[in-house]
C-alpha cells in the first residue's frame, strides 16, 4: 500500500505521536485497507456509509467498543494525511461516531501496596540496587516507560534533587524526593560504573550488559517485583504512573501542577484521577457506613 509508507513518516515526523500509538495506527490502517481490498474497495473512493460498514464488520467480528473507537480515530488520522497530499478531497470518517467506548478508571496501588512493591529489590547486590533506582524514580516523578528508559546520565542533577524529562511535546522539570535521590545516589555512585561496557554510554539505566534497558526488560523487572510482593493488582510501569498523579492529588496537590508533572498537553486527561479519588471515596463509604 503505498500511501502507508508516507503516512508512516507523517505520524512520526510531522505529528511525532508515541510509538505504541503510530504503531497501533499503523495496525488499524492495514486492517482496514485488507478488508477494503476483499470488498474490491478503492480507500481513497470511501464515504462515510463505508466507514460504518467497517465499524459493523469490526462488530461482527467480536471486537471491543474500545477497538472500535480506536480504529475510527485511525482511520480520521489516515485519511486527514490523504487530504493533505491531495489524495482525497473529503475525511470519510469525519463525523462518525461509533459507540463509545466507556472509560476505565485506572487501577492504582494503595500507599502499603506501593511500599510493599518498592521494598522487593535488594539493594545490596547490583542488579537489586539499579531496580531499586528504577522502581524509585519512576514512582517519584510519574513519567513514562520510554521516558525512562530514554533519560541520560546529564538528565539527572542529585544535588538539586530534580529530574529533566524530554516528553512527548516538551520539557519538563519533576522534583525527587530524598528515598528516590539516595536510591539514585547508591546506584549511580557504586553499581552503574561496573555495568557499563563502554565508558562513553550515556544511558541513566543500563540492563546487566552494559547497554540501554529495553522496554521489555523493564516490564519483566516490574511483574518479577510483583510476584514477589504478592500483589494480585496486575501492576505495569504506568500503575506506577496512575499511583503517583492519585496519591499526590490525594494529598492536596493541584491539578494544574500534576498535570505538568505528567507532561499531559490537555488537563482533561489529569482530571481522570479526580474520578479516581471520588470513587474510592464512595467505595469505603459503602463498606464503612451502617445504613449504605
Not at 539499579?130 to 513514562?144: F, N, P, S, V
Not at 538539586?160 to 524530554?166: D, H
Not at 507532561?263 to 479526580?274: F, K, N, P
Request: aromatic share 8%; net charge positive; hydrophobic share 40%.
Amino acid at each position: 500500500m503505498d500511501h502507508l509508507t508516507g503516512y508512516e513518516a507523517w505520524l512520526a515526523q510531522e505529528k511525532r505521536v508515541a510509538v505504541n500509538t503510530l504503531s497501533s495506527y499503523l495496525r488499524d490502517v492495514r486492517q482496514f485497507a485488507d478488508w477494503a481490498g476483499q470488498e474490491h474497495l478503492d480507500i481513497t473512493q470511501m464515504s462515510q456509509d463505508d466507514i460504518r460498514f467497517y465499524a459493523q464488520h469490526l462488530e461482527r467480528k467480536g471486537k471491543s467498543n474500545a477497538t472500535i473507537v480506536r480504529s475510527v480515530a485511525a482511520l480520521k488520522s489516515f485519511y486527514t494525511y490523504l487530504i493533505s497530499i491531495r489524495a482525497v478531497q473529503i475525511n470519510p470518517a469525519k463525523g462518525f461516531s461509533p459507540c463509545r467506548a466507556e472509560r476505565k478508571l485506572p487501577a492504582i496501588l494503595s500507599n502499603h501496596e506501593v511500599d510493599l512493591f518498592l521494598e522487593q529489590p535488594d539493594p545490596s547486590d547490583s542488579k537489586g540496587c539499579r531496580d531499586k533506582a528504577m522502581l524509585e524514580l519512576l514512582y517519584a516523578t510519574g513519567i513514562r516507560v520510554s521516558e525512562l528508559i530514554s533519560l541520560d546520565v546529564q538528565d539527572l542533577n542529585l544535588s538539586a534533587s530534580f529530574l529533566r524529562c524530554r516528553g512527548r511535546s516538551k520539557e519538563r522539570v519533576v522534583p525527587l524526593y530524598k528515598g528516590a535521590v539516595r536510591a539514585m545516589a547508591a546506584y549511580i555512585n557504586d553499581v552503574r560504573p561496573q555495568l557499563l561496557e563502554n565508558p562513553g554510554e550515556t544511558a541513566l539505566f543500563v540492563n546487566m550488559n552494559g547497554e540501554r534497558m529495553s522496554r521489555q526488560g523493564f516490564w519483566k523487572i516490574v511483574k518479577c517485583y510483583q510476584d514477589k510482593a504478592g500483589i494480585h493488582k496486575d501492576i505495569t510501569p504506568h500503575t506506577l504512573r496512575h499511583s503517583f498523579a492519585a496519591h499526590l492529588l490525594e494529598n492536596g496537590a493541584d491539578l494544574k501542577s500534576i498535570q505538568e508533572m505528567l507532561g499531559h498537553a490537555d488537563i482533561s486527561a489529569t482530571q481522570i484521577y479526580a474520578q479516581v479519588i471520588n470513587q474510592r471515596l464512595r467505595d469505603v463509604y459503602v463498606m464503612a457506613h451502617p445504613r449504605a
